[in-house]
């Protein structure tokens, strides 16, 4: 299989390999949370997603400082995630004023009811599929899906920057020079 010849090239050159993607979508300062900071956004985890002393990150709703249109905050996303607007996706469910947003990079499908919930208007998610969005317009929460690779493609650049803070001189961080969106590359 593909995986399992990339897995048998980084046994052959003694490379270990540790993945912490999902970890990392979890902590402060996990792919959601450069997510809202790229966006400028103070966002706060969706409540009883705590486990034990640790608390879920990778859903966050923020409170925008002033009410924005569905084309505002687009651009936001555009610019803040250096996407063109033909790389988002958007579901238009109304044409209130959005004064509270879900956020999640990658796939955040599956807290869509819990978006609701907090009342928020517009959702950040990427792989977005239709029956969900069907479910958000009927919901009247609109949805603006980066994609996956959108909402995630600084992953390397960020958890390398935080690997370096945390190991200074000590630990050598390489960083892949590969980052491929599959849908335009």
Not at 20 to 27: C, E, G, L, P, V
Not at 43 to 49: I, Y
Not at 154 to 163: K, V
Request: aromatic share 8%; glycine share 10%; net charge negative.
């Amino acid at each position: 299989t593909p995986m399992g010849r990339k897995i048998q090239e980084l046994i052959q050159a003694d490379i270990s390999v540790y993945s912490a993607h999902m970890t990392y979508d979890k902590s402060n300062g996990g792919n959601t949370v450069q997510m809202a900071k790229r966006l400028g956004l103070n966002g706060f985890p969706l409540p009883g997603k705590a486990s034990g002393e640790d608390q879920d990150f990778s859903v966050l709703v923020a409170e925008l400082d002033l009410p924005s249109t569905l084309g505002q905050l687009t651009d936001l996303v555009c610019n803040g995630l250096s996407l063109d607007e033909k790389e988002i996706r958007i579901v238009a469910a109304n044409a209130e004023p959005i004064r509270k947003v879900g956020l999640c990079a990658g796939s955040g499908g599956d807290f869509l009811e819990q978006i609701i919930a907090q009342g928020c208007q517009a959702y950040i998610t990427g792989d977005v599929k239709y029956h969900l969005a069907i479910e958000a317009k009927e919901a009247g929460i609109s949805l603006l899906d980066p994609g996956h690779f959108g909402s995630e493609k600084f992953f390397s650049e960020d958890f390398g920057r935080q690997l370096s803070e945390l190991a200074g001189k000590s630990v050598a961080i390489y960083r892949s020079k590969f980052d491929i969106n599959p849908f335009t590359a």
